[in-house]
């Protein structure tokens, strides 16, 4: 099928080449001439494990072009809209993004087509544009189909993902957007993949129920591990036996700095000032003290750090392991690594950053941190170590080899990443999140 996606970041980038992968012809438009330039040339604009692979081969088999010109988008069976919605000023969703490509997008769509959303929005967006898209161009439908892709994992999610969910509107336009989403994804639908047909504000709805989930379960660990601190239980144990009750679940119960990312954070805001918006704020009241229980981790973190430096931080060395909001990712958006590593910065430590991925882009944003190319030059004559990011590199690390790089063998595993016996026995004063 001829297709076309709208916005070449992280979600659209890795849709357009996962949809040439399952054998669609792709116009993939972006209004950042550097980032199409760069994508054409296939060279991924994020660290991504598979893209790059999977967009040579799209470029190869000329099933994928890069434009910045909406008018090539002319002739798709199916348009999706794959724009960012950051957090604006206030916490609610900032919609210039979706506005202005949905404007552009407009007057290149035909009767029969189809505009599928994939961006996180508020809920009733897709109402709001529906009624514009018919008025522009009747006989057009607008759809809402969420995107899961979990980043680190975002090809493989995306090609199989755990289930579609299609957002339609009732009537014999629904019937059509549903034949031809499946279509879309026939190749995903033959694997057995669950397919829900639901209506508009519904699919926006599950994308950020969803997210909020999932925070919500992090922040009730993390909360619990404020607990077992004080109480001298161990959260690990904790949630490895109650992770065995089914209704329960072991996933994303990890006790550590909490979530970061391009998504979670702003998304749970979002939602609070949707449904405030909507007269049912306090729906969603709980959704503060997530955030809240979220961000007191990297507090902690700082406090704890301070503690164990003998009370002052300032002319201290510091060894940051870890940047990226998680491992596998070049992320640092929310990073509640790189804001600990920056607030220790601006306490006075000397502070030795290493990640094995994300050392650009946490420069970008805080050029002031001494960035080093290896674990072991952060180490290197360390008064603290802090594990902030559990990529496998400092899973893996010696803890024999560190003791004698370091100043003084301390450290905080911001991630339960370590082997507390091992870092022990080899000389480590060892704290972690709620053990
Ligand atoms: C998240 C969701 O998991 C995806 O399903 C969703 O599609 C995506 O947002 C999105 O809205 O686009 P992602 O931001 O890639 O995906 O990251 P997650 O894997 O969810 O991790 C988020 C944060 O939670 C990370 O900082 C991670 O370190 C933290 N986390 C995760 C924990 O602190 N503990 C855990 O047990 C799990």
Redesign the pocket.
Known sequence: MRISVIGCGYLGAVHAASMAKLGHEVVAVDVDPVKIERLAAGDAPFFEPGLPEILAEAIASGRIRFTTDYAEVAGSRVHFLAVGTPQGPTGAADMTYIDSAIASLTPHVAAGEFVVGKS?VPVGTAARLAAGLQDAVPGATLVWNP??????FAVQDTISPDRLVYGVPSGPAGSSAVEALDEVYATTLAEGTPRLVVNLPTAELVKVS??AF?ATK?SFINAMAEIAEVAGADVTALADAIGHDDRIGRK???A?????????PK?IRAFQARATELGVGESLDFLADVDAINLRRRAHVVTLASELLGGAVAGKRVAVLGLA??PNSDDVRDS?ALDIAARLLELGATVSAYDPEANHTAARIHPSLSYVDSASAALQDADLVLVLTEWNEFRTLDPAAVVAQVASPVVIDGRNCLDRDAWTAAGFTYRGMGR
């Open positions: 996180t995107e899961f892709l979990r980043e680190g969803a997210n999932l992090i994303f119960l990890n550590g700095l909490g979530f970061g990312g391009g998504c979670l998304d909001f998680k509640p």
